[in-house]
């Protein structure tokens, strides 16, 4: 039956079309959350808008020069002469998070992250995936530098506490820009481990770009491996006063031994990686029951990633790393046996006061990598009893990244740029104070701190920046001085990046209608 309207309805019909259409153009073009959604069940995050904006983050964060496709445009050159005090090139890199230092560990894990994200979901990323690899690039770029002389890793260009007692724009960085390094004489196992991790990883996710660079990572991981194993020791022993309190090894060096073997097993696939696991697992903590991952602690990211070659491959000598990775998992089902995790009321995964995102997004990602393991093998969790499916490990990864998202009490999003409402004062030096094009005059040390105490919102939008988060009662003031809650960094960004990949094609728009059946997508097969 056709649809007849009265000259009346039409013109009222009219009217709000013109009024729709008017209002910013179109309703739906910016800011809309709702963007591309039609049916119900997906209408409730543009996934795929939050991908592209987690990967921009990393260009606001580049240190060195910066290339002409620079998309975060109020940056601009910096430390350009990093590592001139030791007759180095360690110009690149990654600040980590809010200040002008860059920190060897975190960015190691930051890039070990990242290539996951791309290795398990990069076939899922459609037009990101080439934004995903530069932004890894950028970081290997560096580490190469860091790691070019045998028996020796650069780990860390700046001294903290002097820069941390200035309030300044990168480029306008006149603190100390001293150099540190571990050698046989000082050994880091931890940061050497974690940075062979990151070149591993990083050698799978060029292996068919650019097979030339994908081959030179492989090789300096190994012989960066090589040096983690033959000198051990906490690199924190030795740089006890330049790395600590800020990027101190807390939990050892030997999660990052089993997690630079693990990784270097699945990129190079040599045997001697294999029967290094089989002999020094349970030494260096394969079965410890903690259930924290991040920039310090690998165990659970070794277990999980492990579980894979048991899963996938068949790998029957490593049947135990499936029993250690249902332990953590099994650790995070609300309800369940051995549950212990704890949440908010408003249903965050909280695990500490200090950039807790950190721990959403590194678990997020966890849960969704083990669910792909999980379903490749066509096998569950038992909880003491309790069957969990990947279906469920699915669920509760999306609900934390919905919560970061938005789906929380305050209705906020603590994805900087993302959605109506998003944190304006984060605790970042060169977000805070105005930009080289806007005040090309240099800003001194001291006197950022006056833009640091206004309450004024930050004037270069950090777009995609997730920031430490809510307190464990969903609780956020939005202060810039408030660096647990407020700052962003690098590793809190690297494991979302595969997460919402994932969760873009599988709730995205793509999801609504026709979807070809995506393959397991691991990019280095």
Not at 204 to 218: E, G, I
Not at 359 to 371: G, H, I, M, P, R
């Amino acid at each position: 039956m056709g649809l007849s309207l009265s000259p009346l309805a039409l013109i009222v019909l009219l009217a709000c079309l013109t009024a729709l259409h008017q209002c910013n153009g179109n309703p739906f073009r910016r800011n809309n959350p709702f963007r591309h959604h039609h049916h119900p069940r997906f209408a409730k995050h543009n996934y795929r808008d939050a991908l592209t904006k987690s990967i921009m983050f990393f260009e606001g964060q580049r240190s060195g020069r910066l290339p002409s496709n620079q998309r975060i445009t109020w940056r601009r050159d910096s430390g350009l002469s990093d590592g001139a005090s030791m007759h180095v090139d360690l110009v690149g890199g990654y600040y980590d998070a809010g200040d002008n230092v860059k920190f060897g560990f975190p960015m190691a894990f930051t890039t070990t992250m990242l290539s996951w994200s791309v290795i398990e979901f990069g076939g899922l990323m459609k037009g990101e995936l080439q934004n995903a690899k530069q932004a890894i690039r950028w970081a290997t770029d560096y580490l190469l530098k860091a790691t070019a002389h045998p028996d020796t890793i650069y780990v860390q260009v700046g001294d903290a506490k002097q820069d941390h007692s200035c309030w300044e724009r990168p480029e306008d960085m006149d603190t100390p820009r001293s150099v540190f390094k571990i050698d046989k004489n000082s050994p880091g196992s931890d940061v050497a481990g974690e940075t062979a991790a990151a070149l591993a990883a990083a050698s799978l996710v060029f292996r068919r770009s650019d097979p030339t660079y994908s081959k030179l990572l492989a090789r300096r991981a190994i012989r960066v491996f090589q040096f983690a194993d033959k000198y051990r020791g906490p690199y924190s022993n030795g740089l006890k006063k330049v790395v600590c309190p800020f990027y101190c090894s807390y939990s050892g060096y030997q999660d990052e031994l089993l997690w630079g073997a693990a990784w270097l097993h699945r990129a190079t696939r040599n045997p001697t990686y294999l029967n290094y696991i089989q002999v020094n697992g349970q030494i260096l903590g394969a079965a410890e029951f903690d259930n924290t991952f991040g920039w310090d602690n690998k165990h659970v990211g070794a277990r999980i990633l492990l579980s894979k070659a048991f899963l996938v491959q068949r790998l029957k000598s490593l049947h135990d790393y499936k029993g250690h990775a249902d332990n953590f998992i099994c650790s995070l089902i609300p309800g369940a046996p051995f549950s212990s995790a704890q949440y908010t009321p408003g249903g965050l995964l909280f695990k500490m006061s200090d950039s807790n995102m950190q721990y959403v997004t590194s678990t997020s990602f966890l849960l969704l990598t083990y669910a792909k393991y999980l379903t490749s093998a066509h096998q569950v969790v038992n909880c003491g009893g309790t069957r969990v499916t990947p279906k469920r490990l699915r669920t509760i990864a999306k609900k934390q990244v919905d919560y970061l998202l938005g789906d929380n009490p305050l209705k906020m999003s603590y994805m900087v740029g993302y959605g109506p409402r998003y944190p304006q004062r984060i605790h970042h030096r060169g977000s805070s104070l105005p930009s080289v094009a806007n005040h090309p005059a240099k800003i001194q040390c001291s006197a950022g701190f006056n833009f640091m105490k206004s309450q004024s919102p930050n004037p270069n939008i950090l777009v995609g920046a997730v920031i430490g988060g809510p307190d464990q009662k969903d609780r956020f003031p939005d202060q810039r001085s408030d660096y647990e809650q407020s700052e962003p960094a690098t590793y809190i960004n690297a494991p979302l990046v595969g997460a919402l990949t994932y969760l873009a094609h599988s709730f995205g728009v793509e999801a609504n209608g026709f979807r070809p059946k995506a393959r397991a997508t691991n990019l280095e097969d």
